[in-house]
């Protein structure tokens, strides 16, 4: 398993550089999507590229989250990497937990691993444990799969085992998207644990949309559900004949 920490930012000044330093300290190989950043989020990470060693990937110009991990991705396949671990630059993940994933991944190299993040903290929104379990719904509606935490950015991917990545929305459901695609292509799918840091809500720094953000994941999982019924589900049910029965 040769595996690369990626980091996405957008206008992530105050805790990317923290971020990424601890996550040098976990795992050495580390990239940096900044995606289109207009504040001084780039400057800030080409200062402590003089202190420490990690890569950069930048374009000018905003393409979502999902254009983030799409270009992270294609930079890791170019590159040689077999499983790309994605983690927020926003502060909420702990680095320290990366080896919770990278554990579970040495085990089962084949499986998406994704942490779950607990929803009982006193500084979580109503709205995101809402959020959370909407998508987990749907997930389970088109995959017949129950995972705990489907909106978590913190995921250890195995990059063969990705599905849907040509056709990648591209914001903040694109992470609900690869999780479909990537159930229905077989690849198993474990959570584990990870702690999540919630700051009070004037500490916050979110680029989150509720009203428009929310829309597109309901639009999507429209889209979902009716590709569950000519594409997800025919598709793995061939996959479940071909592993049970040797077909």
Same mark, same amino acid.
């Given at each position: 398993?040769?595996?690369?920490? *990626?980091?996405?930012?957008?206008?992530?000044?105050?805790?990317?550089? /923290?971020?990424?330093?601890?996550?040098?300290?976990?795992?050495?190989?580390?990239?940096?999507? /900044?995606? $289109?950043?207009?504040?001084?989020?780039?400057?800030?990470?080409?200062?402590?590229?003089?202190?420490?060693?990690?890569?950069?990937?930048?374009?000018?110009?905003?393409?979502?989250?999902?254009?983030?991990?799409?270009?992270? =991705?294609?930079?890791?396949?170019?590159?040689?990497?077999?499983?790309?671990?994605?983690? /927020?630059?926003? $502060?909420?993940?702990?680095?320290?937990?990366?080896?919770?994933? #990278?554990?579970?991944?040495?085990?089962?190299?084949?499986?998406? #691993?994704? $942490?779950?993040?607990?929803?009982?903290?006193?500084?979580?929104?109503?709205?995101?444990? =809402?959020?959370?379990?909407?998508?987990?719904?749907?997930?389970?509606?088109?995959?017949?799969?129950?995972?705990?935490?489907?909106?978590?950015?913190?995921?250890?991917?195995? *990059?063969?085992? #990705?599905?849907?990545?040509?056709?990648?929305?591209?914001?903040?459901?694109?992470?609900?998207? *690869?999780?479909?695609?990537?159930?229905?292509? $077989?690849?198993? #799918?474990?959570?584990?644990?990870?702690?999540?840091?919630?700051?009070?809500?004037?500490?916050?720094?979110?680029?989150?949309?509720?009203?428009?953000?929310?829309?597109?994941?309901?639009?999507?999982?429209?889209?979902?559900?009716? *590709?569950?019924?000519?594409?997800?589900?025919?598709?793995?049910?061939?996959?479940?004949?071909?592993?049970?029965?040797?077909?």
């Amino acid at each position: 398993m040769r595996l690369l920490l *990626l980091i996405p930012t957008y206008n992530n000044a105050l805790t990317v550089c /923290d971020i990424v330093q601890r996550s040098v300290a976990v795992w050495p190989e580390v990239l940096v999507v /900044d995606d $289109g950043s207009t504040d001084d989020t780039l400057s800030r990470l080409r200062a402590l590229q003089q202190d420490i060693a990690f890569e950069i990937l930048t374009y000018a110009q905003n393409r979502g989250k999902g254009g983030a991990l799409k270009a992270g =991705f294609q930079w890791a396949k170019d590159h040689g990497y077999t499983h790309v671990l994605t983690l /927020d630059a926003d $502060g909420q993940h702990y680095p320290e937990d990366a080896t919770t994933l #990278i554990e579970a991944s040495r085990q089962r190299p084949e499986a998406l #691993i994704v $942490g779950s993040r607990s929803f009982t903290d006193k500084n979580m929104q109503g709205g995101s444990v =809402f959020a959370n379990k909407f998508s987990n719904f749907w997930f389970t509606v088109q995959t017949l799969r129950k995972i705990p935490d489907t909106q978590t950015g913190y995921r250890l991917y195995p *990059l063969d085992g #990705i599905g849907g990545l040509r056709i990648l929305t591209a914001r903040y459901e694109a992470e609900l998207e *690869l999780l479909v695609f990537t159930a229905w292509r $077989g690849t198993p #799918i474990i959570p584990v644990p990870v702690r999540v840091y919630y700051p009070a809500p004037e500490e916050r720094v979110s680029h989150f949309r509720p009203t428009l953000d929310f829309l597109r994941i309901t639009v999507l999982n429209t889209i979902l559900c009716f *590709l569950a019924i000519v594409y997800g589900g025919p598709r793995m049910l061939l996959h479940y004949l071909h592993s049970h029965l040797k077909l």
